[in-house]
């Protein structure tokens, strides 16, 4: 197996799940927040930083004027680039450095555009209709019924922005992936086999 695969995800879709699962089925680095710690090994920013930036859309201005650059490390000669720059460049050279060092699983970040180069990719999209999160929000992240398909909408926003904007493409848009999946149709392992096909057969 010398594939790496990037997985885009509606938020509850299971992207997650699917990507824990196909790591687990090859035995390779799988990273999520796990990549949020290689950047801030790599740059020297402080880890808190990206968090407040991961997948989210711009914060404003201010906020990147009001951070010392001194502090934060990274390339020092450009300390006049606004932080949320900073920041999404360090997570850049993350997935690269992480993808030179053998296939993995590597879960939204934009890690399909990163990765752009690289021929041993399978870019794949997880999404499902809001009956089929719904559940699943519930039960991993205990956030009440009432509030669910706004919290759902409100994320996948900010992924689309975040995305949207780093990118030359467009979040969730077909043009944008090699394989689009609604795992609701073939359910979590299911989707799991039909990747597992793919990549069976891309590596054919």
Not at 51 to 74: C, Q
Not at 110 to 122: I, Q
Not at 184 to 198: H, M, N, P, R, Y
Request: hydrophobic share 35%; aromatic share 12%; charged share 25%.
């Amino acid at each position: 197996m010398n594939t790496i695969i990037t997985i885009g995800r509606q938020y509850g879709s299971g992207g997650k799940e699917i990507g824990t699962k196909l790591a687990q089925y090859y035995n390779i680095p799988f990273y999520d927040k796990e990549l949020l710690k290689v950047a801030a090994k790599e740059s020297g920013i402080c880890e808190e930083m990206f968090e407040n930036f991961d997948e989210k859309p711009t914060t404003s201005f201010l906020y990147s004027l009001v951070m010392d650059p001194y502090a934060l490390g990274y390339n020092a000669t450009s300390f006049d680039m606004p932080l949320n720059q900073k920041v999404f460049l360090a997570s850049f050279d993350a997935i690269k450095k992480v993808a030179d060092e053998g296939p993995c699983i590597i879960v939204g970040r934009c890690a399909d555009y990163a990765l752009k180069d690289y021929d041993n990719k399978l870019n794949v999209f997880v999404h499902a209709p809001m009956s089929f999160k719904k559940s699943r929000i519930q039960e991993q992240y205990e956030i009440p019924e009432a509030k669910v398909k706004d919290v759902a909408i409100k994320t996948d926003k900010q992924r689309a922005s975040y995305y949207n904007y780093y990118t030359s493409k467009k979040w969730g848009d077909l043009k944008s992936y090699d394989l689009c999946i609604d795992s609701s149709i073939l359910g979590i392992d299911g989707t799991v086999e039909l990747i597992k096909q793919a990549v069976a057969l891309k590596e054919k």
